[in-house]
């Protein structure tokens, strides 16, 4: 998945970009807190972005 889409998720989602790291960027989900590591590759394979989702408790982009 295309790192811009996923991030357009997440926005959609009510995630929120909570700090810039190295190689990772760290969102959190406001509703309960959860944070999770996004790498900024250009693609992010899909068992990666389920497991991003899992961990900021939302539902699955469209197609996963």
């Known amino acids: 998945m295309n790192r811009r ?7 959609s989602q009510g995630c929120e970009l909570h ?3 190295a190689k990772h960027d ?3 989900n406001p ?5 999770a590591a996004v790498p900024r590759h250009r693609t992010i394979k899909k068992p990666l972005v389920r ?4 961990k ?3 539902p699955f982009p469209d197609g996963l």
């Not at 889409?5 to 926005?11: D, I, K, M, N, V």
């Not at 509703?31 to 944070?35: L, P």
């Open 51 to 54: 497991g991003i989702c899992r």
């Open 26 to 28: 760290l969102w959190l």
């Open 31 to 35: 509703a309960n807190g959860q944070k």
């Open 19 to 21: 700090r810039h790291g």
């Open 5 to 11: 889409e996923f991030e357009g998720h997440l926005r």
């Open 56 to 58: 900021l408790d939302i």
